[in-house]
Each structure stands twice: as C-alpha cells, then as structure tokens.
C-alpha cells in the first residue's frame, strides 16, 4: 500500500517523465487513417484471408500510384523479390550483379533460385550503384542487375538501362525503401523489367508485412501470379502445373496498405521536410549526409547521417541511446557475411560508408519538437 502510495505521488508530480525523457523510437508507424476502419470491414464481413475486394482495390490502387501497369500483392517484400527472379526464370550458372550495401533480402533472393550474387560497389555521395565499375563485373554469365534504391535515393536507372540494354541483361528495381521516388517525374519500378516493393512495419508505405511485385510487361505479370498462388493452372480446379509457392497477401493487409495509400502524399512530404529539418538544424557539425543528384526526387525513407569513423559512430550512438533516441547502424556490407565471404572482394566505398553511419529517427509523426531534441542532443556531443 505503501509503495502504491508513493508510485501515485511520482504519478502526480510527473517525476518519472522529469528523470526519463520519453523514448523516440527510430520508426514507428502513421495508422491514423481509415487503416482500423478497414480492418473492421475485413473482421466484420470475415474475409480475413488473401480472398476479399481490399487486396485488388489495394493492388489497382498503387499501380495508379507508381505509375505501373501491373501489380501483384505479396506477403512480403523478401517472397517479391524471390517471385521476381523466378518469372525472369534466373537460375543455377546465372550471376546477377547487386549492391553489397543492402539489406540481406536482396542478396538472399539471387541465392534461392540457385544463382551467383556478383557484389558491386557504390557511389560515394549517392550511396547507390557505382554504373561506371559494373561494366569489368560482366561476363558471359551475367544474366541480371538487380538496382537497389538504397534508403529512397534514386539509382542512375538511365544508365543502368543502357548497361542492360547493351549486354542484354534483365534488370530489376528492389523498390523496396523507396515507394515516393522519382527520376524525371517518372516513380521508380518502372524503369526495368520487373519491381519489388515492401510493406514491412517501418516502410514508407506499410501493411505490416507485405509486399508488392510491378511490371509493364503483361506476360511476366502472369507468370508472377501463377507462381504465387501455388502454380494453380488457370480455370482448373486443384491443379497446378508447375512448383509454384502460397505468397499471397492478407485481405486484412491490403486493407490497411489501401488506407495508407489514402495518404501517400502527405506521408512522403512529411519524410521530406523531416530530411531538410535534420540538414538546417545539423549544419556546421563534422557530418555528412546523403547527396541527392540531379533530376531525383528522394522520399528519404530514412534519413542518416555520416561521421568520421565506427569508434565515433558506436559513441554517438550510446550518446543519443542514453538520451532515450533510437537510432540504427546503416546496412552491413552483404559481402563480409559469413554465407556470401569471398576473401578478394573488396569494395572500398561500401565498407567505408557502412561503418560510419547511422539511420535518425525518420517516421511520418517525429514532430518538429523531437528533432530539435534529437538535433540538440547530436550537438551536445560534439562539444
Ligand atoms: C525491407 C527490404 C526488403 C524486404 O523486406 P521484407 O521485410 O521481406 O518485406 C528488401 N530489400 C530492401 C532493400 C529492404 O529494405
């Protein structure tokens, strides 16, 4: 009783928020839309499987969005990719060229249909594909690039057409960090031959998990749905006709990836301005941030940021932790892993960027007040 007593009058002075200020989490997601209102529709009516009008309304939906023709909704981003280079039909003997500087999904997709993973290197202001040091990665058995648009930055994505064109390889996009990106005006995904996206729970657009596969090209989108829904020969019942795989999307998913789509634009602007708050309120500390080209618009999925070397970034890191910020190391290169290490590869810029960064706090409701915290905080350390 004692100890209740006490707990209340903590309670009423507001001492614990006075010791521990509230933690700000590096992601967390804006479902304040129509996203529980649909999810009733699903709960009420019971269609709570991959049956139910949410996931073709979802899929019409952000087709419009992304400017696509075709796209498939799948249960999450990783089985999109797997689905991608399976209807490419990329297999054993293939060697598919993918940045290192990736999440590992990329990667781990080329090695479950059998095929090489051939690392490349990036750009040291963009982060993104290095085109220029692709051309000595190809050989008579390259049959893919997969571009990554790492963190919402465009890839050079008129280049790496050319590239593909010249050396007849199949492309890919993995979309996957940066649903809102454009080159030209022209949203990214579109530029290849087939697009990945996901709708993981820290995505621009999220269904929780999820993912999306596009593409112009009508017979290939075919070939994903066949796959997807078990190799089901069309207008046969029960049979299936080649070894296909149950990647299909939740109806309760597709409704809350509809009503985030409600909203795209207004959670893509606000990623943005949280990006140009971080830049203003950052400038004139030892740091660098990701630089956006020409012709791009970045959706900054996440916003990072670089400093001198790993011993300071781990510092800053505590630094910011002990101050309840949550932040998160950028990407592991893929190849120092243990499955994928090859002892001569090296890539000097993605080994060098990947141990000096970080993500900061990048969701669609850090407020105004946050990132002054968190900006304040960073400039505490560097005095
Ligand atoms: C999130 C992500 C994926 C796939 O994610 P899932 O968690 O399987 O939805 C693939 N590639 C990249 C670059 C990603 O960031």
Known sequence: ????????????????????????PVYQPDLSGNEKKYVNECLDSSWISSKGHFVSAFERSF??????KHATSVSNGTVALHLALLALEIG??????VPSFTYIASVNAIRYVGATPIFADIEPESWQLDVSKLKMLINKNTKAIIAVHIYGHPCDMVSLKELALQNQLLLVEDCAEA????????????????????????????TGEGGMVVTQKTELDSKIRHLKCQGLEPGREYWHDVIGYNYRMTNICAAIGLAQLE?????????????KSYQKLLAGLPLTFQQIKPRVIHSWWMFSILVSDTTERDALRLHLSNDNIETRPLFNPVHQMPMYKENDVRLPVTESIAGRGMNLPS??????????????AIWSFYK
């Open 1 to 24: 009783m004692f100890a209740g007593f006490l707990f209340s009058i903590h309670k009423l002075k507001g001492w614990r928020n006075c010791s521990v200020k509230s933690k700000i």
């Open 63 to 68: 087709a419009d969005y992304t400017q696509t």
């Open 92 to 97: 054993p003997g293939d060697e598919v060229i």
């Open 179 to 206: 649903f809102g990106s454009r080159i030209d005006s022209q949203h990214v995904g579109t530029f290849s031959d087939i697009a990945t996206y996901s709708f993981f729970g820290n995505k621009t657009v999220t």
């Open 363 to 376: 969701w669609p409701g850090v407020t105004g007040e946050m990132i002054e915290r968190i900006c304040n």
């Open 263 to 275: 909203r795209a634009p207004a959670l893509v602007k606000k990623k943005q301005d949280l990006a």
